[in-house]
Structure formats: C-alpha cells, structure tokens
C-alpha cells in the first residue's frame, strides 16, 4: 500500500509532455486585430492586380522601371532575382516538350502545332514521389543582406540572420507529397485545372550533419498535361497571387488565372469570417503555426512539376491489348476496386525545376539526359492508391510476425510454469520485449497520422500487439515474483541468521517481513499467492507437485498480518506497470522529438535504439553467467523471437519506400543482425559447453557447479555419495560418506566409476580422475562434453542431467535427501 505511487503524478508527467510537444497558439489580442485587418486588406489590394493584369506584365525587365508588379516580392525594390525566372521556365518548359510534344499550352506564342505526342498521365497526382536533386549553375548565392527585408518586413528582429531552407549544397534527397483531394481542392468546369497541395521534405547534402526541411507548397495542376507549378506565400513574398505569372504560356496564364481569382477569393472570404485569425491560409509552415511572426524567415520556393507518361509491361507487343487501354478506367480501378486487373505499370514519375526567388538557387531532379537512367530517374513513387495496397500488405506481414511471436511466448510461458524454471529466465531480457511490444503498440495507434488510411487494420494489430503486452506483463510478474523470493532466500542464507518480524522501508520491492519461521531449508516461500491459512512449517510432500514451492510459512497469530500479506504484492505490481508505462511512454515521445532532428543526429538516435533493442539476448547470457545455469529459454523461442523481432527492424533499415519512407541503410542493418546472431551464438555455446565457458575463473560469482570434475582424492570429499548411503550420510559423516562411496563405485579400468541414479534406477558411467591424476588418453575437451551427463548436487548424490533437470524443473530439492539444490 505504501509502495503504490500517486497516479497523479504520472498523469501529471503525461500532460507535461503533451504540453511540451503541442505547438504554441497565442489567444487574438486586440492590436493583433487591426494587424490582422492590415493583412487581409493587403491581401484584397493584391487579388486585385491579379485580377487586372494580363500575360507579359511581369518577368520584361528589358527596361528600367517595367516589368515589375507592386506585389509584395515582386518590386524592383525587393531584391529579388527574377532574372533567373526566365531560364528556369526555359528549362522547364523543355522537360515538358520532350514528355508532350509541342503542345500549344507550352508555346509562349498561341500558334497551333499539331506536332502532339500521345501520353498516357494520371488525372489524380495524389500520391508521393522521391528522389534526387542537383544545383544548376544558374543559381546564385544570396544573402539577407541583399533583400530589402527592412521594407517589407518592418519588425524582423533580426533583419541579417540567415535564412531557413537555404539549400547551398549541389545535391540532396527530396520527396514531395502531393495532395488533390476531392471536394477540397476546387477545379473549374471541365476540370482543366485543378488547385494542388504538396508537402516537400528536402534535404541537403552539404549542410551540417545532412540537415533537411519540411514545407507545405501550394498551387495549380493541369490534369490534362501532367504538370503543376506550386508556390510558397510568406509575409515577403505574395507567392500565390503571383503564380499565374509563373505559368508557361498564355494560355495556362488564364486559366490559372481564372482559377485563382476565385478560389483566393473564397479564401480571402473564409479568413475574414473566421473567429480565430488565420494569419496566412498558403502557410508553407507544416504544423500551421504562423510563420514570419515567431519563426525565422526562409527561403522562397517556386516548384514545376511535370509528370511523364505512364507505361505498361508488355506494350511493345504489337498485339497487345493494352494499347486502347483508358486511363481513366486504370485510376477508377485503383480507387475503387471492382476486381478488374490493371496492368502492370511504371511507377509515377516526375521532373522538377525548383527556383527560390530570395536565396537565388534553382535545383532540378536528377535524370536524363542530363544523367544517365541507371543513375538516377527524376522522382519516382506510388499514388495514394498503391502506396496503401502497400502499406497494408506490411501492416498484414507485422501482424503475422505478432502473432508468431505471441505463439512462441505462450509455449515458453507454458513451459516456464515451476518457480525453479521461471528463475532461469532473466527478467530484463523478458522487459526488452515488453518494452518493443508496448512501442510497436504505440506506433501503430498513432501510424494512421503517416498513413490516413487502412485504419482499421492498424488498429486491430494494435490491439494484438497489446495483447502481447499484457501476456509478457503477466509473465514478467510471474518471473519477477520467483526472483524476489528467491533472492530474498538468498540473502537470508548469507545472514544465516533468521531476522524478526521488522516493518520494511516502503520502497523496497520486497514482500511482506516473513516471520520467525524456523529455517528448514525446506520450503520456497513465495509472497503474492499466499491466500490461505495453513498450519506453518511441516513439509509435506503433495501429490500435486507445484503445492510444496508457493506455500510460505503462515504469519503469526496476529490477525492484522493476514490481509497484509497480498496488499505489498498488488502495489508492487501497480509499481511495476507504471515503471513499464512511464519508460514506454518517455521513450516514445523522446523518439517522436527525433523525427524532426538533422538526418545524422536522427540516423544515430535510430541506430542507437535499435541496438540497444536487439540486444534483448544479452541480460540472459549474463544472468546465466552470474547463476551458472543453462537452460532458461526454449530454444525455438530463441530462434524465433530473433528472427520475428529482426523482421520489422529489417523492413525499415533495408525496403526502399517503406511506409514510414526511412531511408535504407544496409550496413546498419548487417551491424543489428550480425549482433542478434553473436548473441544466438553466445546462448547455443552457453548450452552446449557450460554457461562460463567464456568467463575467466573468477569473474563471475562462486556458484554451484552441478559437473564438477571428479578426482578420487584422499579423503573422497569431492566423490558423489552412492545410492545406498542413508540418512545418516547427510551429516556429513565423513567415515560414513568414504565408506559408502567406496562401496557404491566400484572401480573401473580407465578410470571410471559406475553409480546409481535413483531417479530412473539405472547405472550411471562417471569418469573420474585417480588419485595420481593422470587422464588416459582423454582431453579436457572430452571431459568437458562427459562431465554433461551427470550432475552431482551439493548434498554430493549424483544423477544422470536429464532426470535431474526434469525433476528440478518441478521442485529444487534433491530426490534423495530434500536437501535444498541451488537454481539450475
Ligand atoms: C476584377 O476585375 C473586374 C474588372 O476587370 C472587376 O469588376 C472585379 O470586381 C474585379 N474583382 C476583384 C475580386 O477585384
Ligand atoms: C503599391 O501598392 C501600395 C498599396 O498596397 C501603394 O501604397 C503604392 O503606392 C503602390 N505602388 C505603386 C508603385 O503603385
Ligand atoms: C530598398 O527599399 C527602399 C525603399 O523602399 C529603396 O529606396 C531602396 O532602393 C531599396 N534598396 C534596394 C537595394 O533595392
Ligand atoms: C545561404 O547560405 C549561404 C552559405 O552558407 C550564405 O552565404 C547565404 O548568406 C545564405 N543566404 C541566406 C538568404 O540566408
Ligand atoms: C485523388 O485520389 C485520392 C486518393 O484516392 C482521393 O482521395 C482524391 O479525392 C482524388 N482527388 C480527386 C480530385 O479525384
Ligand atoms: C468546357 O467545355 C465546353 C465544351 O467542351 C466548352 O464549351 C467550355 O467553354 C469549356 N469551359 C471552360 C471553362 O473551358
Ligand atoms: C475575377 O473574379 C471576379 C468575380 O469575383 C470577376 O468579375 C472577374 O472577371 C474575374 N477576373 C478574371 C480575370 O477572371
Ligand atoms: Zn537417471
Ligand atoms: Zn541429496
């Protein structure tokens, strides 16, 4: 009862976090509301010359003065370079012909070519794509310095600090997730063009430790061509009001135009009746906190998108069906599936030229022909569609591995059911699963925010990997109970003396004070299960074999003892849930924090805690080490739980495009693996040769040695005592003990003696070393794999390892003389 702890304080705890990990939100005040009215007004003063100007307005800087639009960012007097606008629309312009062919939406004059090529492109680009960008040597380096930031934000504090987003390396990873959503994204009648979301995650080489950035773009796609141009909007740059100014040609400039003159407009609208200020609805910052006002300036970013043309396998065959095969079907099938079989396609792919108008870089993919396409392929990727067929056979292959994993929990539980084998097993090693188990758990109840899809799934595995949690919790509370007794039975035979009835500190993990009860050695008193009443201390042996290990010794007549007795227990079990919880739960938010450092930081941290994972074998070899024993763990437990718990760690460090997109990195991989193998191999060689084999003498703690190598000394006092001896060789009468062991062996050529295991009743063959100690013929190594087939208890009765180690799996007594034997 004392040891339970204050939930409070865990809730608390809890809150704490959640607080911690929320985004800051600022109630309006009122000098923010004319603030906000001076935004919304700029905002109505620009969708008004976005209205009125026509193709040409802007981006002419042959002469001095003209070709500037008085949008913020678009000024002469900004600082921009625009200058750059024109050959990144050049280059981009080429990418699209050589996937469309002279269309007249790319030609910047409207006369008709009929020089058009047919492409097969998806209407919906919902969907991501990933790869590599390059620098162009177009880029310039710009610094704050450079823009007229003092003019167009007024209360930068600190107008000279460098920018976020500046990409300065020449390369870098970089994925963009697209997103057109029905019913949200507005498009005009004949759906020509249609508004497009995409969130960018870019990365860049060069910066220090492979920094990377992640950013909301907004913008127009024009479904029959396959490609879009997205921009960013800042408090320095009025992006979207622009972008019709960014298109390729006029035609693309109106209906962008007309697009945009409404869908901003209803923005505008929506901003205006909102309760609570949006400050900037094109918000490039991801989690929707109002950049510019707390958060450092960045970058500018204007993206072209063009998407190539989808192929089939097996088109090349002149007789092929696929040929008249419509794409709009194929995409009706992968959203709604209705048992059609499309074929197999390319994957979605994508050129992009991105230009920052501020920090001066322009970037594009890398692909040809500028390299070659074993290199490197633009950016490639899945629609939503696919990516969730995906995701969901992954989601089904972890739930198989969860329940493999359970099976073979249950079968070592099962087989772990006597306190003497449930001390075998360490407990740490038993918590690391646990602790994966409960993290898995946790991940896949919030995965769906990654994911959005195929809910339901992700739950009901969620709830089989809790399933798994609670059973390792039970198992742990069962091993841990054994454990505590038993140490506890330990200390008190290094004190030797029976300690009185004193209250304990509340915190120790400790059951109940036992009483003066009278130190037989006989019994295991175990705390938590004693719920009945006995009369204390006779031993008897029950027919039901477990009985004799879970009855402790009756607390004394006082009558207040009684219901003492479970209460420590439960607490300690109450202790130990909220230990597990609040070590999940810290590790978990401590994890998502990293999700968001530099990539190298972020890899480290993820290697670091997978390894310490993987390392679940480790706390067994060593207590087998400190205990001396052997056979804690079934070993298709082993083997399996290796295998099933390296599954997941493998798909994430070795399956490109897996669904949390983490990049692949092999030699990790093969350092984690490698590492669960060295320690199989540490388990096996602890089976099979002894568990110190690779301890020197003396590092580890005296334990018995249940295959002592017998040597035939003078006084015969490390010789077994033969099956005949009675009880009076339990006194340790040495006349007693040298007379019977010379009766029972009788000695053999070779060196060997022949005993008797009453467990079977059968001979057991023991080589011994004569008093010379001369070994014929034999190796220690032949000794070693001999000394296996027989244990000798302390009480010096010998048998045969397998029927004593299948007696002491129900009772650590020594059949022949109850004598207490110490853990296997
Ligand atoms: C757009 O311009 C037309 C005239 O060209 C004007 O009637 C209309 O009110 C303008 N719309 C907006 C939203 O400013
Ligand atoms: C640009 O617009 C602002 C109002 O937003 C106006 O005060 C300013 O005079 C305009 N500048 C030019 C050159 O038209
Ligand atoms: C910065 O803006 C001021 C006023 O708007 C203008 O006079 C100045 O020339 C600008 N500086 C640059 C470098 O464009
Ligand atoms: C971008 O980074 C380069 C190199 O570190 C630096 O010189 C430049 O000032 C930065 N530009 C901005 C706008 O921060
Ligand atoms: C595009 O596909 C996604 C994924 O199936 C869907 O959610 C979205 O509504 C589609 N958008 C349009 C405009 O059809
Ligand atoms: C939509 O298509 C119809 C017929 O093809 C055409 O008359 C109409 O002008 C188109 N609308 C737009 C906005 O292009
Ligand atoms: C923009 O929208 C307004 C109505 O909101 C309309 O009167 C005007 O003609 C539109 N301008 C263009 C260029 O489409
Ligand atoms: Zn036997
Ligand atoms: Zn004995």
Redesign the pocket.
């Known amino acids: 009862m004392e040891t339970r702890r204050d939930p409070r304080q865990f809730l608390f705890f809890i809150i704490l976090l959640l607080l911690i990990n929320s985004p800051e939100t600022q109630p309006p005040s009122y000098n923010t509301r004319s603030r906000y009215d001076e935004v919304i007004e700029r905002e109505w003063t620009h969708l008004d010359i976005l209205n009125q100007t026509r193709w040409g307005d802007f981006g002419d800087f042959r002469k001095e003065e003209e070709g500037w639009l008085n949008v913020t960012g678009l000024r002469q007097e900004d600082g921009f370079v625009w200058e750059l606008l024109g050959g990144v629309k050049e280059n981009m312009r080429e990418k699209a012909r050589s996937v469309l062919g002279d269309r007249p939406e790319l030609s910047s004059d409207t006369k008709q070519e009929n020089n058009m090529e047919i492409v097969r492109l998806y209407k919906n680009m919902t969907g991501y794509v990933e790869g590599e960008w390059a620098r162009l040597s177009s880029s310039q380096?710009?610094?704050?310095a450079d823009?007229n930031l003092s003019t167009i934000i007024p209360d930068n504090p600190f107008p000279f600090a460098?920018?976020d987003r500046?990409l300065?390396g020449v390369g870098g990873p970089v994925r963009l997730h697209l997103a057109e959503l029905e019913g949200k994204a507005r498009t005009d009648e004949n759906r020509t063009v249609s508004e497009i979301q995409a969130k960018v995650v870019i990365g860049d080489h060069e910066s220090w430790g492979d920094n990377w950035w992640e950013f909301l773009v907004h913008g127009v796609h024009y479904p029959e061509l396959g490609s879009a141009v997205l921009t960013t909007t800042s408090d320095k740059f009025a992006g979207i009001f622009a972008l019709p100014h960014f298109q390729l040609s006029p035609l693309l400039y109106s209906s962008s135009q007309a697009l945009l003159n409404r869908t901003i407009h209803e923005t505008i609208d929506r901003q205006v009746n909102r309760m609570y200020p949006i400050w900037n609805p094109w918000s490039s910052s991801v989690e929707g906190t109002n950049d510019g006002v707390l958060g450092a300036t960045h970058?500018e970013l204007v993206l072209y998108l063009q998407q190539y043309g989808v192929g089939f396998q097996g088109e090349q065959n002149p007789r092929s069906p696929l040929s008249n095969i419509d794409m709009d079907w194929i995409e009706h099938e992968l959203r709604f599936p209705d048992g059609g079989r499309t074929p197999l396609r390319s994957p979605l792919t994508m050129s992009m030229v991105g230009f920052s108008p501020?920090?001066g870089f322009v970037i594009e993919s890398k692909g040809p022909p500028d390299y070659p396409p074993s290199k490197a392929a633009h950016l490639q990727g899945l629609k939503t569609e696919e990516f969730n067929d995906q995701a969901r056979h992954g989601v089904l292959a972890f739930a198989v591995a969860l329940a493999v994993q359970l099976t073979f929990l249950i079968r070592q539980a099962k087989e772990a059911a006597t306190p003497s084998t449930r001390n075998r097993i360490s407990f740490y090693t038993i918590a690391m699963m646990a602790l994966g188990d409960g993290f898995a758990f946790l991940a896949l109840v919030f995965m769906h925010l990654f994911l959005g899809t195929s809910q339901l799934a992700l739950y009901a595995i969620a709830f089989l990997a809790l399933f798994s949690v609670i059973l390792e919790l039970r198992f742990l509370m069962d091993i841990w109970a054994v454990q505590v007794t038993e140490q506890m039975r330990q200390d008190r035979q290094q004190a030797s003396t029976p300690s009185p009835p004193s209250p304990r500190p509340a915190t120790t993990p400790t059951p109940p004070a036992q009483p003066t009860a009278p130190l037989t050695g006989d019994t295991l008193p175990l705390p938590a299960t004693a719920n009945r009443d006995r009369p204390s201390t006779p031993v008897i042996i029950s027919s039901d074999q477990d009985d004799i290990m879970e009855e402790p010794p009756t607390p004394p007549a006082n009558p207040a003892n009684a219901p003492a007795a479970t209460t420590p227990a439960r607490a300690e079990l109450g202790a130990l849930y909220s230990r597990y919880c609040l070590l999940l739960i810290i590790t978990f938010f401590i994890t998502l924090q990293f999700t968001t450092v530099r990539s190298t930081a972020r890899a480290f941290y993820f290697n670091s805690l997978c390894f310490v994972y993987v390392s679940f074998w480790v706390p067994q070899i060593y207590r087998n080490i400190m205990r001396n024993c052997r056979k804690a763990l079934r070993w298709d437990f082993v083997a399996g739980q290796s295998i099933v718990r390296l599954l997941p760690v493998g798909y994430f460090y070795g399956v490109e495009g897996n669904v949390l997109f983490s990049k692949t990195d092999w030699k990790a991989l093969a350092v984690l693996v490698g590492w669960v193998w060295v320690q199989m191999v540490a388990l096996a060689s602890q089976e099979v040769l002894g568990s110190r084999f690779f301890v020197r003498e003396g590092w580890a703690p005296p334990a018995y040695d249940y295959h002592p190598i017998l040597r035939e000394d003078e006084e015969g006092d490390t010789m077994p005592i033969g099956s005949s001896s009675t009880a009076s060789a339990l006194e340790g009468d040495e006349s007693t003990t040298e007379e019977s062991a010379l009766q029972a062996g009788e000695s053999k050529s070779k060196g060997k003696k022949i005993f008797d295991c009453s467990i079977c009743a059968q001979d057991i063959e023991v080589p011994v070393i004569p008093v010379g100690g001369a070994m014929e013929g034999q190796g220690l190594g032949g000794l070693t794999l001999q000394r296996r087939v027989y244990m000798v208890t302390p009480c010096r009765h010998i048998f045969h390892t397998a029927c004593l180690e299948g007696w002491m799996r129900y009772r650590l007594q020594c059949p022949n003389c109850r004598e207490i034997l110490p853990p296997l």
């Not at 380096?141 to 704050?144: A, G, Q, S, T």
């Open positions: 380096v710009r610094h704050p823009l460098e920018f500046n300065t970058c501020d920090c």
